[in-house]
């Protein structure tokens, strides 16, 4: 089997996406125009064009610009579906994606106007690609926490239809700390927790995420390796590292994918998974970010089985359904020794 079409078709989970970073400039001229909102470009290669960023924040602006189009329940099914149709196509069987409800309700747009549009495309996934999706909301950490409690409070009601919750945005200066109380609501009422930390920000921070929110997954963690105790630590307790190495290309976490970390993440015995963050920002969806990884001279095609398999490891699926996608990767597997 060629290389590419090992990548490609191996069955995958996806933990690490934001469903508003999957907005292709396509659907952002067309939703602009459908919806009459007006965008600071002029055309598609001009948005392309604008995509070229030196830390998180450079990105965050421009991707809270283009969330500006999203307004109706119709607009979040269009890209729910959009991204679930290019994620079938990369061998994604179980997606757990973000979504950030206070870029969305701030402008005006309903909590549930949202949440409707996006458990449209949830079920259009499931009936057309038999993908299972599970739902993360993430409150932006550069707005103070009484706000994440309002948005708290909004989910409520859809509490059958969301796993987790999640940290995202702006990090440095805005540490888990802040949202310790939110967090622990969260505890209690069952939702899963998982934080960005250790993207841009210190260790610390992922110490943080740990000890005060009690996170059952963390998000990118990167910054973790200066740390031995840490790396221990995570090593010890299977914590799911959801690497993104295109992501981290593009906002220079990383210089060159040649010195991405994600052999020395192996090595160490960390429970890394490969995601793609933001893939219509960052230039590639999930089969690309192993693809730049194995092309760098990372990844041979056992870690690339390995990174398949963390990812279902990883995920929040149940026993039954957690049985179900590994007895299919290992059936793929079988029938492709050949590559290994
Ligand atoms: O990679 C990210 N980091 C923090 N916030 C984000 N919001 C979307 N993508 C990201
Ligand atoms: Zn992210």
């Not at 005060?212 to 910054?223: A, E, F, Y």
Request: glycine content about 6%; some cysteine.
């Amino acid at each position: 089997m060629h290389r590419q079409d090992f990548i490609t078709e191996i069955p995958k989970a996806e933990l690490h996406l934001h469903i508003e970073g999957s907005l292709e400039p396509e659907l952002m001229f067309a939703l602009a125009r459908r919806n009459r909102v007006s965008i600071p470009f002029s055309s598609i290669e001009d948005v392309r064009q604008a995509y070229q960023f030196t830390k998180l924040q450079d990105f965050l602006d421009i991707y809270y610009a283009g969330a500006d189009v999203l307004l109706t329940a119709e607009d979040f099914r269009d890209l729910a579906v959009a991204y679930f149709d290019r994620a079938a196509a990369d061998g994604v069987t179980h997606a757990e994606i973000f979504f950030d409800p206070q870029t969305h309700t701030l402008r005006g747009v309903p909590f549930d106007v949202v949440m409707e549009g996006l458990l449209a495309g949830v079920e259009d996934a499931r009936r057309r690609h038999g993908m299972s999706v599970l739902l993360i909301l993430c409150f932006l950490r550069h707005l103070d926490e009484d706000s994440a409690f309002a948005t708290f409070r909004s989910a409520e009601k859809w509490f059958g239809q969301i796993s987790g919750v999640g940290l995202d945005s702006s990090e440095v200066g805005h540490p888990p700390s802040k949202f310790a109380k939110v967090f622990a609501a969260a505890a209690d009422a069952g939702l899963k927790r998982v934080a960005h930390a250790g993207e841009e920000g210190p260790p610390a921070y992922v110490y943080e995420a740990l000890d005060i929110l009690r996170v059952d997954r963390l998000d990118h963690g990167n910054r973790s390796l200066e740390d031995p105790f840490l790396i221990s630590r995570l090593a010890r307790d299977a914590m799911t590292l959801t690497v993104c190495p295109l992501s981290n290309l593009k906002l220079c976490v990383v210089e060159d994918l040649r010195n991405h970390p994600i052999d020395i993440m192996l090595e160490k015995g960390l429970r890394a998974t490969l995601n793609s963050d933001d893939p219509a920002y960052f230039g590639g969806y999930v089969a690309e970010n192993y693809r730049a990884l194995v092309d760098a001279g990372k990844l041979s095609n056992r870690d690339v089985a390995t990174l398949a398999r963390n990812s279902f490891l990883g995920s929040f699926l149940n026993d039954e359904a957690l049985t179900h996608q590994l007895e299919r990767l290992d059936a793929f597997l079988l029938r492709h020794t050949a590559a290994l």
